[in-house]
Structures are given as structure tokens and as C-alpha cells.
């Protein structure tokens, strides 16, 4: 059994976990993050891509006068700006559209995004406008007749991708990952306290993890890790599921998403720009965790009625894609509610034995869980943590505002790189969005047949799956094409096409090791 020795352990490399991480690494801490799956494999690739506040959460504030609610949302749009900062590649500006029937929706959706606007403070994109009837065929000229919209900003990004990002940084500052490596055990001394972790990998190989403090972000698992460490320990999360289509019809043609503000169960939905097709979500189902990621026949019907009504003329939309991922919610105290009505805040909890975990939560949000987790691993360690060090995200420039002028900079060294075909601008494109200032390298050293790309769906090319399984920790066709990149998520008969060929690279690959 091989044993190691660290100040933090960290159990499950999703957002939360790759975060805390990161974050750790920059503190001078020695960090090992060990995830059961693949990174990101769980729900931090399932989300809708969005970087928000959340508009309905802030009209929940003030129909319920819960300022709790109102802060978080303060909190999310001051994130959605530092994200879209730090990763420019990755995130980017979104505008979408509120339908109104009439002047008073129009006043009072227009009010209520000229808040949302003010909460942005100094990180906001842009001031929210109202449309005529005009603008709005311009933006969604499928859409069924509305009177105009209001249209408003936020983010949208590649969860995937940031998350993987967040890990390999935190792995090049020192810290040690495994993929593939599930925690079966905890060793205690004789106060009780956890002292090492016992973990075991796909192929049956244990590994003794001994640290300072152990910290738990495994999401809608947190409570089985929980109890793994104290069997006493009460369950604190609701799973709810999130289903979301992808449509071959591009329905957002000028890159303008659409918000449906209000569902027969008193849901919003969103229909977005997605690789050139149509991403709708998301549903909010209470289910087990072994459901959490399976999207229900119901679901999808439900989702599709939706879309035949603000899009009548869509009448049989195709679906090339469909994923579902469980979010892990706190359960409320004082009664139950459904999960639609629980509000997304984190909880940071240490049980009298150490385990930290961290709880709930969302993607915009995870610098601050995180931030909030470390306060409480502070606590065990006998040593306050350094001052964070400067440690640039995979992709970026040493000053994030930098970013995007190296990024165009480095134009002609790929067009260069890259074979001259009518794709080369999309390929560009693609690598700059996949691998920020990293991107001429991934294809530098391969051959040109090796640059062509391979699909007309998302420009992919093998030199890229290459880069992905010897650099990325990818070590399936799914960790490939489902969140290296995203073809999986948007055309999953394109992805199945090109299976054969992400199999023989992975394995040469096997076959080098052995």
C-alpha cells in the first residue's frame, strides 16, 4: 500500500473540491485531490453554463423579503465578474431576452433587471434595454408573438473545461491529483480524529492518504462520506435533478438566449446558444442519487412542450444531445419544501471527528464556498496559511487583464499551425476557447494530417485528443468527447462516430505504458 503524506486532502475534484484545491496551493498548503470518477464528471459538467445571480432568485428575495436571498445574489454577479475576467476564453458575455405580453410586464421585468444590473456593481456587462416588438423578431425570429422583451446580461461558460483547469493548476502548484481513486476508509488516532484516508483505484490498488485535515466536496455524495467518518452523522442534502436538451435547431441565431420567465410549476427556463445548436433547461426533480443523472422521459416532454410553445413552428425538434446532473441542496430547516424552493446557499460543516465538508452551493459561487471552506481547515492546522501566491489559471496570462490581447497575438502563429481549410477560422477558435494561451502548443508538435479537424459539429482534431489523454488525465472515450470537449453534450451521434478513432489513441496510449 503506498502512503502519503499531505496537510490537506481534499475528496472529490469537482468544481467545489478543484477549487478548494487551488486555493489551497496558492496558501502554501501541500494538497492531494483524489476523485472517485473522472474531473468534473459528475454535476459540475451538467449545469446550464450559465455565470449568474439569478433572476429568480432575486425576485424570490422580494416577494419573501429574505435578504439572505438578495445577498447571495450580490454574491454570484460580484463572481460572474471575476470569472469572466480571469478565464476570458472560457466565458463570455450573454444576452438574453425576457418576452413581455405588455406594458406592465415590460415595467416590471425592466425594474427588476435594472436592479440586477445595480447589485453587478463595478463587474457589470452592461446596462438591461427594453425591445419593441421589431428587436425582438430580429433577435428570436422563430419566437411565437410576444409585444417586445427586455433584454438583459449575464455569463456563459465551459464548465468543464474551467473546472479541469482549476486542477491542473492546483496539480502544477505542487498539488498531487488522482482520477480513478475512491475513498473507502478513514484512519482515526485515539481521540477519535481523523488522521489518514484509505483509498483504492479502478484496478483494486490501495493508497494511505495521511493529512492534517481532510475535507469533503462530493457533491450529492457528501453525505455517504459523512457517514463514512461518523455513522452518527445526521443527513443534511436533498438531491434534485436537472435535465437539460440540446436541439439540433439553432433557435438563437444572433447569439441571444432566452429566458421564459415563468413555467406552469413556477420555474424559469432558459433556451441558449450552444455550439451553433440549442441548449434548454433545466427541470428540478427531486430524486435519489442513483437517478441524478439519468434525464426522465417526463422530463424531456415536459421540456420539449416548452419549446413548441414559444417556438410554434418548431413542430418535431430534433434532440442531439440530452444530460441531467443532481444538485446537492440543503435541506431546509423548518419543514419541508420542494427542491425548486430551496435556496442554493453552502453550508461548511466540521464533525467532532475533523471531516470538513462543504455543501451545496453553485458554480458561480465556488471561490467564496471555498474561500469559507478553508476558514474552517485554518482552524486544525497548527499554523496559519500563507498569503495566496500569485498562480494564473491553465491558459492565462500572468496579468488576467493580458489575457485576451496575448490571445490575439498568437492569431498568426496558429493560422500557421493549422491546415488551410474552410474550417481554420472555427479550429482557431476552438483551440483559443479550449486552451486559452496554451492553445499552439497542443498542435505544435503533430503532424499536419494530425491538425485536420475531424468534425463540422465542434473542429476537433487528433492532435487535440492526444493532448487530452497524455496531459488531461483523460482515460475514456466519455472523459474525451463528453468534457475535454464537448461534442458528446451537443451532437451524440457525432460523438459515437468518432469513437473509434478516440479508442485507438487511448490505446497506443495503453499500450506505451505496458
Same mark, same amino acid.
Given at each position: 500500500?503506498?502512503?502519503?503524506?499531505?496537510?490537506?486532502?481534499?475528496?472529490?475534484?469537482?468544481?467545489?473540491?478543484?477549487?478548494?484545491?487551488?486555493?489551497?496551493?496558492?496558501?502554501?498548503?501541500?494538497?492531494?485531490?483524489?476523485?472517485?470518477?473522472?474531473?468534473?464528471?459528475?454535476?459540475?459538467?451538467?449545469?446550464? =453554463?450559465?455565470?449568474?445571480?439569478?433572476?429568480?432568485?432575486?425576485?424570490?428575495?422580494?416577494?419573501?423579503?429574505?435578504?439572505?436571498?438578495?445577498?447571495?445574489?450580490?454574491?454570484?454577479?460580484?463572481?460572474?465578474?471575476?470569472?469572466?475576467?480571469?478565464?476570458?476564453?472560457?466565458?463570455?458575455?450573454?444576452?438574453?431576452?425576457?418576452?413581455?405580453?405588455?406594458?406592465?410586464? =415590460?415595467?416590471?421585468?425592466?425594474?427588476?433587471?435594472?436592479?440586477?444590473?445595480?447589485?453587478?456593481?463595478?463587474?457589470?456587462?452592461?446596462?438591461?434595454?427594453?425591445?419593441?416588438?421589431?428587436?425582438?423578431?430580429?433577435?428570436?425570429?422563430?419566437?411565437?408573438?410576444?409585444?417586445?422583451?427586455?433584454?438583459?446580461?449575464?455569463?456563459?461558460?465551459?464548465?468543464?473545461?474551467?473546472?479541469?483547469?482549476?486542477?491542473?493548476?492546483?496539480?502544477?502548484?505542487?498539488?498531487?491529483?488522482?482520477?480513478?481513486?475512491?475513498?473507502?476508509?478513514?484512519?482515526?488516532?485515539?481521540?477519535?480524529?481523523?488522521?489518514? @484516508?484509505?483509498?483504492?483505484?479502478?484496478?483494486?490498488?490501495?493508497?494511505?492518504?495521511?493529512?492534517?485535515?481532510?475535507?469533503?466536496?462530493?457533491?450529492?455524495?457528501?453525505? @455517504?462520506?459523512?457517514?463514512?467518518?461518523?455513522?452518527?452523522?445526521?443527513?443534511?442534502?436533498?438531491?434534485?435533478?436537472?435535465?437539460?436538451?440540446?436541439?439540433?435547431?439553432?433557435?438563437?441565431?444572433?447569439?441571444?438566449?432566452?429566458?421564459?420567465?415563468?413555467?406552469?410549476?413556477?420555474?424559469?427556463?432558459?433556451?441558449?446558444?450552444?455550439?451553433?445548436?440549442?441548449?434548454?433547461?433545466?427541470?428540478?426533480?427531486?430524486?435519489?442519487?442513483?437517478?441524478?443523472?439519468?434525464?426522465?422521459?417526463?422530463?424531456? @416532454?415536459?421540456?420539449?412542450?416548452?419549446?413548441?410553445?414559444?417556438?410554434?413552428?418548431?413542430?418535431?425538434?430534433?434532440?442531439?444531445?440530452?444530460? @441531467?446532473?443532481?444538485?446537492?441542496?440543503?435541506?431546509?430547516?423548518?419543514?419541508?419544501?420542494?427542491?425548486?424552493?430551496?435556496?442554493?446557499?453552502?453550508?461548511?460543516?466540521?464533525?467532532?471527528?475533523?471531516?470538513?465538508?462543504?455543501?451545496?452551493?453553485?458554480?458561480?459561487?465556488?471561490?467564496?464556498?471555498?474561500?469559507?471552506?478553508?476558514?474552517?481547515?485554518?482552524?486544525?492546522?497548527?499554523?496559519?496559511?500563507? =498569503?495566496? =501566491?500569485?498562480?494564473?489559471?491553465?491558459?492565462?496570462?500572468?496579468?488576467?487583464?493580458?489575457?485576451?490581447?496575448?490571445?490575439?497575438?498568437?492569431?498568426?502563429?496558429?493560422?500557421?499551425?493549422?491546415?488551410?481549410?474552410?474550417?481554420?477560422?472555427? *479550429?482557431?477558435?476552438?483551440?483559443?476557447?479550449?486552451?486559452?494561451?496554451?492553445?499552439?502548443?497542443?498542435?505544435?508538435?503533430?503532424?499536419?494530417?494530425?491538425?485536420?479537424?475531424?468534425?463540422?459539429?465542434?473542429?476537433?482534431?487528433?492532435?487535440?485528443?492526444?493532448?487530452?489523454?497524455?496531459?488531461?488525465?483523460?482515460?475514456?472515450?466519455?472523459?474525451?468527447?463528453?468534457?475535454?470537449?464537448?461534442?458528446?453534450?451537443?451532437?451524440?451521434?457525432?460523438?459515437?462516430?468518432?469513437?473509434?478513432?478516440?479508442?485507438?489513441?487511448? *490505446?497506443?496510449?495503453?499500450?506505451?505504458?505496458?
Amino acid at each position: 500500500m503506498g502512503d502519503h503524506h499531505c496537510d490537506l486532502l481534499v475528496i472529490g475534484a469537482g468544481a467545489s473540491g478543484a477549487t478548494v484545491a487551488y486555493e489551497a496551493v496558492r496558501r502554501g498548503l501541500s494538497v492531494a485531490l483524489l476523485e472517485a470518477g473522472d474531473i468534473s464528471g459528475g454535476t459540475s459538467c451538467r449545469s446550464t =453554463k450559465l455565470l449568474h445571480g439569478g433572476v429568480r432568485y432575486l425576485e424570490l428575495a422580494f416577494k419573501t423579503l429574505d435578504i439572505a436571498q438578495l445577498q447571495l445574489v450580490r454574491e454570484a454577479l460580484l463572481e460572474r465578474g471575476h470569472w469572466l475576467r480571469t478565464v476570458p476564453f472560457l466565458a463570455h458575455r450573454l444576452e438574453l431576452v425576457l418576452p413581455t405580453r405588455n406594458w406592465f410586464e =415590460k415595467t416590471y421585468y425592466g425594474l427588476g433587471l435594472g436592479l440586477y444590473d445595480t447589485l453587478s456593481g463595478d463587474t457589470g456587462l452592461g446596462h438591461s434595454r427594453r425591445l419593441s416588438r421589431n428587436e425582438l423578431v430580429q433577435a428570436l425570429p422563430q419566437l411565437c408573438p410576444r409585444q417586445g422583451g427586455v433584454a438583459y446580461s449575464d455569463g456563459q461558460f465551459d464548465d468543464a473545461r474551467l473546472n479541469l483547469l482549476l486542477a491542473l493548476t492546483a496539480e502544477q502548484g505542487g498539488a498531487t491529483l488522482r482520477r480513478g481513486c475512491r475513498v473507502i476508509g478513514f484512519e482515526r488516532n485515539s481521540d477519535g480524529r481523523l488522521t489518514a @484516508a484509505v483509498s483504492e483505484t479502478e484496478t483494486g490498488q490501495q493508497e494511505r492518504w495521511q493529512a492534517q485535515v481532510i475535507v469533503n466536496t462530493t457533491g450529492i455524495h457528501a453525505d @455517504a462520506m459523512r457517514h463514512l467518518a461518523d455513522p452518527d452523522a445526521p443527513p443534511r442534502l436533498l438531491t434534485s435533478r436537472g435535465t437539460h436538451l440540446v436541439l439540433k435547431d439553432n433557435l438563437c441565431p444572433q447569439g441571444m438566449g432566452l429566458l421564459v420567465p415563468a413555467t406552469e410549476d413556477g420555474r424559469v427556463l432558459f433556451m441558449l446558444p450552444f455550439f451553433g445548436h440549442t441548449l434548454v433547461g433545466t427541470t428540478d426533480q427531486a430524486c435519489g442519487q442513483s437517478e441524478a443523472a439519468t434525464p426522465s422521459a417526463e422530463e424531456e @416532454a415536459y421540456l420539449l412542450r416548452y419549446v413548441r410553445k414559444w417556438f410554434p413552428d418548431l413542430s418535431h425538434p430534433v434532440v442531439s444531445s440530452r444530460w @441531467a446532473g443532481g444538485r446537492p441542496l440543503l435541506q431546509p430547516s423548518g419543514g419541508a419544501r420542494s427542491s425548486s424552493q430551496v435556496v442554493r446557499e453552502h453550508e461548511v460543516e466540521t464533525l467532532p471527528c475533523g471531516l470538513v465538508s462543504l455543501m451545496g452551493g453553485k458554480w458561480t459561487t465556488c471561490r467564496p464556498m471555498a474561500l469559507d471552506c478553508l476558514t474552517a481547515v485554518e482552524r486544525q492546522l497548527p499554523s496559519q496559511m500563507q =498569503k495566496p =501566491k500569485q498562480l494564473p489559471l491553465f491558459g492565462t496570462a500572468s496579468n488576467p487583464d493580458q489575457t485576451l490581447s496575448e490571445l490575439q497575438g498568437q492569431l498568426a502563429a496558429l493560422e500557421e499551425l493549422l491546415p488551410s481549410t474552410p474550417e481554420r477560422p472555427r *479550429q482557431i477558435a476552438h483551440l483559443q476557447h479550449s486552451f486559452g494561451l496554451h492553445a499552439p502548443s497542443v498542435v505544435a508538435n503533430s503532424t499536419p494530417e494530425e491538425r485536420e479537424p475531424l468534425s463540422n459539429v465542434i473542429p476537433i482534431c487528433r492532435a487535440e485528443i492526444r493532448h487530452f489523454i497524455q496531459n488531461e488525465h483523460a482515460t475514456s472515450v466519455s472523459d474525451v468527447l463528453g468534457r475535454r470537449c464537448r461534442l458528446a453534450m451537443v451532437d451524440a451521434a457525432e460523438a459515437e462516430r468518432l469513437r473509434p478513432l478516440v479508442e485507438d489513441e487511448l *490505446q497506443q496510449k495503453f499500450d506505451r505504458n505496458f
